[in-house]
T-cell receptor, first 112, second 116 residues
């Protein structure tokens, strides 16, 4: 029972490089989310997908794009990484909007 | 402007005693509240929730209290155990709303240390 799986676990990028963070869930959940966690800032929503085929901006979307590839997969892309995007990124999913989020174990990204 | 506030960055308690973690919110439209626990190098895990129709919800050693008039909720852990040492996040949203209004807003977290 994997739940929410994120890859990679760690990544180091140089400023200006691009990369895609992958997320997949096996719980047949409708909604998926990308959060970032920074020291002293809690968890902030970057983008979300309420259902397959839809995506919307969250609180801190600048510098990111997302793709809801299918019901299981939701990817986060950094087109031109900046040091301010150094963070831990969490993917989460939930079945319906009155239910708890289930989180993956995160991707720790460092941009130098 | 922070809608969900956890004003204590850290809390230290002795094993066997009660841990009380506090959370305040500013948006009176919030009616669904959750607590998450996070260990280092892991994702947050759901602990307990409460809706605004109740003022208390219990699950084993964990109890969440909601004071709607004060816009305040608290998580009580009794008795505290060393394995409870983690960062605890409070979160809030509007029930029965999809889209942005139904998204969870998180506090900044409180780091709990339970000393043997």
């Amino acid at each position: 029972n994997a739940g929410v799986t994120q890859t990679p676990k760690f990544q180091v990028l140089k400023t200006g490089q691009s990369m895609t963070l992958q997320c997949a869930q096996d719980m047949n959940h409708n909604s998926m989310y990308w959060y970032r966690q920074d020291p002293g800032m809690g968890l902030r929503l970057i983008y979300y997908s309420a259902s397959e085929g839809t995506t919307d901006k969250g609180e801190v979307p600048n510098g990111y794009n997302v793709s809801r590839l299918n019901k299981r997969e939701f990817s986060l892309r950094l087109e031109s990484a900046a040091p301010s995007q150094t963070s831990v990124y969490f993917c989460a999913s939930r079945a319906v909007y009155n239910s708890p989020l289930h989180f993956g174990n995160g991707t720790r990204l460092t941009v130098t | 402007d922070q809608q969900v506030k956890q004003n204590s960055p850290s809390l230290s308690v002795q094993e066997g005693r009660i841990s009380i973690l506090n959370c305040d919110y500013t948006n009176s439209m919030f009616d669904y509240f959750l607590w998450y626990k996070k260990y280092p190098a892991e994702g947050p895990t759901f602990l307990i929730s409460i809706s605004s129709i109740k003022d208390k919800n219990e699950d084993g050693r964990f109890t969440v209290f909601l004071n709607k008039s004060a816009k305040h909720l608290s998580l009580h852990i009794v008795p505290s155990q060393p394995g409870d040492s983690a960062v605890y996040f409070c979160a809030a949203s509007r029930m029965n709303y999809g889209g942005s209004q139904g998204n969870l807003i998180f506090g900044k977290g409180t780091k709990l240390s339970v000393k043997p």
